[in-house]
């Protein structure tokens, strides 16, 4: 944490975001001109360069969908009111970049929403590049000038290829949701169990509690299912809608209704290329685009699987759009008519089986990957799902939660765990089986096996045998938050 820049108390979390941004806007440096933040909305943004510029006294102007008249009155205005009054009238903004450097010469400078000017104003990264370039009027003096946005398509192009904002930025920052530990402390839960839950349904996006729910925290397990009806099962609230404004507002998004067939095929469990395409009745290469902008847009992820070079598994990055494509999506006729007990009522066994199971897998990834190396003997090099082929029992072996070293030239890789994730089931005798056949096969591939620790992560419980049985460790909830 920088020693110059405390990070203000109301802020919450976000102490190595703080650190990126006071660093840049204390830098003595006068190389340091131009940083770049992004991320999907609600996560803060705003909220935290906001709180920054207030720290330094810097001047920072929130851009809003308008014409280019439009939003070059409104920066003239907000100028204006942070210099000390009058009024700046501009004809383009070559002419207001100039005066906002001249009259801002050293300090902070925020732009919010950055995609909204640069739509109406597509020349504008262009006179931002000139602006900086050595005879520029920001080589004039020491200003820090900070573009934010949540358009994570055009706020990527930013700094990409031969865009002319390329090789000019000090910081690129990312402002992601918060994990899941940071999460269960902001909606203030203490019960693990709960706290995945609500995990499972609305992330770690912070708005979602403040704005969105008007901080309505569930109280206890008993009151999970009440607080799913008042909130995101409940039309009433933005949260009911909020997974299909997701899509709407990603720029490069046009036909809704494909991108959510793609989504709803992922939470469904279909999670490769061939299997999503097969799920929506199209023919692979024909959804390469609409993967393509989802992935741009964070919406989904894709990941290696751990044992099988070239295959590719996809997953939804936001949980509330999981639980929208695996419940709401298919229950909308009676939730359109408000009966939302019905369809909450009808829609358990999937929100266990499609929601809460595999969001539980991928805690237990994440935990694994933050452990220290007292957990598998060593840092983890690489986590991640994976499949072991089964050629005896013309079967294959899904492992949740596979743990490698890191990669060393010229010797086999080493697996440090085998590791099987249960939400809801006690873990027995013969989830370890399944676990020890995966290590040996995986030592006929070739891979080093010899101190590999099977791991079994549980929502549950375990049988007593699991506890006695030195070749294995059991993860429990607690330890998952520890």
């Given at each position: 944490m920088s020693a110059r820049l405390a990070k203000p108390a109301h802020v919450f979390d976000r102490d190595r975001e703080w650190e990126g941004l006071a660093r840049f806007a204390t830098s003595p440096s006068p190389d340091v001109r131009l940083g770049i933040v992004s991320g999907r909305r609600r996560q803060g943004k705003t909220y935290l360069l906001d709180a920054l510029a207030r720290q330094v006294d810097g001047f920072f102007f929130a851009a809003t969908e308008a014409t280019e008249i439009e939003s070059l009155a409104r920066f003239g205005q907000a100028l204006a009111a942070h210099t000390g009054g009058g009024r700046y009238a501009f004809d383009d903004w070559e002419e207001a970049l100039e005066r906002l450097f001249a009259v801002i010469p050293r300090g902070l400078i925020v732009i919010d929403e950055f995609p909204y000017l640069s739509k109406a104003s597509p020349a504008l990264p262009s006179l931002i590049q000139h602006a900086l370039d050595p005879r520029g009027p920001a080589r004039r003096g020491e200003a820090r000038l900070l573009l934010c946005g949540s358009a994570l398509g055009v706020m990527g192009r930013l700094l990409a290829g031969n865009a002319p904002l390329?090789?000019?930025?000090?910081?690129?920052?990312?402002?992601?949701?918060?994990?899941?530990?940071?999460?269960?402390?902001?909606?203030?839960?203490?019960?693990?169990?709960?706290?995945?839950?609500?995990?499972?349904?609305?992330?770690?996006?912070?708005?979602?509690?403040?704005?969105?729910?008007?901080g309505d925290s569930p109280e206890s397990l008993a009151d999970f299912g009440p607080w799913v009806l008042r909130t995101v099962l409940n039309p009433q609230t933005p949260l009911f809608r909020e997974a299909r404004y997701l899509l709407a507002e990603e720029t490069d998004i046009r036909d809704t209704a494909l991108y959510h067939g793609v989504l709803g095929a992922i939470a469904s469990g279909n999670a490769t290329r061939g299997g999503i395409a097969n799920h929506i009745g199209r023919k692979s290469p024909d959804i390469g685009h609409q993967l393509t902008v989802l992935e741009d847009a964070r919406l989904i992820g894709r990941e290696a699987d751990a044992f099988r070079k070239g295959k590719t598994l996809y997953r939804i990055r936001e949980p509330l759009i999981v639980f929208y494509e695996a419940v709401m999506r298919r229950e909308w006729t009676r939730l359109d008519r408000g009966d939302r007990d019905a369809a909450w009522a009808n829609s358990q066994a999937t929100f266990l089986s499609q929601v809460v199971g595999?969001?539980?897998?991928?805690?237990?990834?994440?935990?694994?990957?933050?452990?220290?190396?007292?957990?598998?003997?060593?840092?983890?090099?690489?986590?991640?799902?994976?499949?072991?082929?089964?050629?005896?029992?013309?079967?294959?072996?899904?492992?949740?939660?596979?743990?490698?070293?890191?990669?060393?030239?010229?010797?086999?890789?080493?697996?440090?765990?085998?590791?099987?994730?249960?939400?809801?089931?006690?873990?027995?005798?013969?989830?370890?089986?399944?676990?020890?056949?995966?290590?040996?096969?995986?030592?006929?591939?070739?891979?080093?096996?010899?101190?590999?620790?099977?791991?079994?992560?549980?929502?549950?419980?375990?049988?007593?045998?699991?506890?006695?049985?030195?070749?294995?460790r059991l993860i429990t909830l607690a330890d998952l938050y520890g």
């Open positions: 390329r090789g000019r930025a000090s910081l690129e920052l990312i402002v992601r949701p918060l994990d899941y530990r940071a999460s269960a402390k902001f909606w203030n839960i203490g019960d693990p169990r709960l706290a995945v839950l609500v995990h499972s349904i609305v992330g770690g996006t912070p708005a979602y509690r403040r704005e969105f729910v008007a595999p969001h539980f897998e991928e805690i237990c990834r994440e935990w694994a990957m933050s452990a220290g190396p007292e957990v598998f003997g060593e840092l983890p090099g690489e986590v991640a799902a994976g499949t072991v082929a089964d050629p005896h029992n013309r079967t294959q072996i899904e492992v949740d939660v596979a743990v490698l070293a890191q990669e060393e030239p010229g010797r086999p890789r080493r697996v440090l765990s085998l590791g099987e994730a249960k939400w809801d089931r006690r873990m027995t005798a013969g989830h370890v089986a399944r676990l020890r056949r995966a290590r040996d096969l995986l030592a006929v591939k070739g891979y080093d096996t010899r101190d590999t620790l099977l791991t079994c992560y549980s929502g549950a419980d375990f049988d007593a045998d699991l506890r006695d049985d030195r070749d294995v």
